[in-house]
């Protein structure tokens, strides 16, 4: 805990920009602070595979005291912050209580959003923490459980119905991974529908799939999602999303299950920076990570905007773990009054996974997709993954997973408004 | 699905009863339908291990579908059955719809009771599903988060003085492992709080923990409860539970965690069938397990009161199974007109596990204790557990955790009263 002549840094998020921060503050002369509303770092490149079942939550994710439990001069703290008052240089707690800093580093990272249609959310979940991807587990398989109890056929249809909006990485990966369990996993498993009958519709507004990545592998990945049985609609905005399906441009499309993979917000902390944020809520950084007229309050990962050679660092988990690496040197040379250097992004390259056997992978210049390029982003998920536990029950789950076309995780849990809760006697 | 012409069997229930049952009718001339609220089998003895982030739930939990989807002659379904109408031949679900069988076999087990106190129920929840036990893994974890960020001693004591009512095999497990949890899993990862100053205490009204075996390995339980930190009361009924602690024989005992571990009450389905139930709400069958003057209506499993030799079959994962199987071969029997039998319990003998390397075992008279016992018990649960795959995993995990004293699955997900639901950017 802080002593009276420490330097404290807080940090608030304990994703890939605030972990890696604090990790490189281990020896520096500070009191770190780590806040997080969660008690876990999420390795959220696989969130997805939660999502469709592949993994469970414990799978992909480590408490963030177990992984700093070592680490003596960081105290980690499970609360919400609700803003920042940079002129009293202290964060505010949700429960009205305050904590004093001598350097911040705001690094709590993006959530959905829906343009201006909240009213959305209801009907089409996103992705980004465990809780929202339980939630879709519980959505996906339950789709087929009501299909399957439903004799009209035009309904039977519309729960057999399932569209993904947004063709960047996730809904990628999404839609593909949800054609494989429809056409494979669930096979023999019903007696009146056909899994195999489901449509996976993947809608990007866009003129292609994963934009960030070089047109041809776009293409490449559109035929790999054709492959899967995917049907890839681009340069279709969404205009409406209900109960029973979705709106795009102008015609009626039944989809009882629509998953929202578009539109990232920073988070709302931003905004108590007393700074001008980007269209997107991000904080516009100066060079060094640092808000301009604060130099003792960094942002890094998701929630800053930082251009480098004219094009923005991409929000993707090497930039976020790069940005907070260089935040803690940062403040460890100051303390030490060594000179700093301005923040440099490397891009070692671009992944994105498809499904089964089906990745597209561009590494400078160096692109290629299918099988191999699913190998690559395999092995470089797992490597990367926190904690050697993970890594081999990953690898177990995954190899099995491969192996039979099973998903391990294909687990209801949880309630939604169509059934009770608290319910106890099912066995 | 049932023709017009086939016998039809509706299993309500896939616990061990009910998937026995269907399993033993693999290759007789009926269709059957089972019908359960959750998607998935569970491995209810080591539920435990979920609720203390031992295992996640899909380690002890697999699809029904999946189980059985090369069964031809069964549907699965997921479904609230509302009641039975016996003189209609026919179920209700709670949508109003209804099914008609032939042959009827109720196998919805039990749930937990409060004694009248239903209002408990809030501050003392209990372990009978998945839900359940996740929702106890967040309230546990919770607890030591919420310790460590209480400045007033006294509020930090009481968060960390956990309760654990019943002294049967799930308050003992309970107890014992969260024990452990304290004194080892979390060691050095607090900064305030020390974990292992956590008082756990496990609070039975009768006079001895485990009453189900000898008096002798109660004893040996009770010391080896002791031994791993656990604070046995035997003896003391629970006079009041609130959100602050419990009183106990007039003295109010601080307890912000409370696990009600105490008091089965069959599910509700039976008190449709117009007989007589037990105490608990069990339906007393007769020896074929079937319902007085109902030879159509079987009951098997906690559901079921069947009393041989003068003492009640006891409500365990191998009775169910027996009982099952036992309703399945009759059932077939009958329409192969061949004579049936009644139903006969084979107690192989009583396994309670308490915690690390500590156990008790009751093999018809060969008792022992200890770090042996401990040894036959994971042998024997890990053996029973349903799926190659799962008890690949478990092994594994078990394996983890005994040599690092870690736990996989301390992850907190979901949200209770005191967090709010749906944020999204905790990184």
Known sequence: MPGPNDHHV??????????WATR????????????????????????????TAGLSSPDIAAPLRHILRNQANVEVRMADVERVEPVQRR????????????????ATGATHTYFGHDEWAAHAPGLKTLDDALHLRRRLLLAFERAEAESDPVQRAAWLSFAIVGGGP???????????????????????????????????????????????????????????????VTGTPVDAISDEGIRLGGTFVPARTVVWAAGVAASPLGQSLGVELDRAGRVPVLPDLTVPGHPEIFVAGDLATVVQDGKPVPGV?????????????????????????????????NLATIGRMAAVVDLRGLRFSGLLAWWFW??????????????????????????????????????????????????
């Open 10 to 19: 807080i940090i608030v998020g304990g994703g890939f920009a605030g972990l």
């Open 170 to 232: 996730t809904g990628v990966e999404l839609a593909g991974t949800l054609s494989e369990i429809a056409h494979h996993t669930l096979r023999r498993e019903f007696r009146h529908i056909d899994p195999a009958s489901a449509k996976v519709r993947l809608i990007e507004a866009g003129p292609r799939v994963l934009s960030s990545f070089p047109e041809s592998l776009s293409e490449k990945a559109r035929a790999q999602l054709q492959r899967l049985g995917v049907e890839v």
């Open 91 to 106: 964060i505010a707690f949700d429960d009205g209580s305050t904590m004093a800093y001598d350097t911040l580093l705001l």
């Open 378 to 427: 395999l092995a470089a998920h797992v490597f990367f993954l926190i904690g050697f536990r993970n890594r081999l029950v990953v690898l177990l789950n995954w190899f099995m997973a491969y192996w039979s076309y099973q998903r391990a995780a294909r687990i209801i849990v949880g309630h939604d408004n169509a059934r009770r809760a608290s319910d106890a006697d099912a066995g």
């Open 317 to 349: 988990a090497p930039a976020a773990k790069q940005m907070g690496r260089h935040v803690g040197e940062t403040i460890r040379d100051r303390l030490a009054q060594k000179p700093t250097t301005n923040f440099r992004y490397r891009d070692y390259g």
């Open 24 to 51: 490189a503050l281990a020896r520096a002369p500070v009191c770190v602070t780590l806040i997080d509303r969660a008690n876990h770092h999420l390795f959220q490149p696989l969130l997805y595979q939660v999502a």
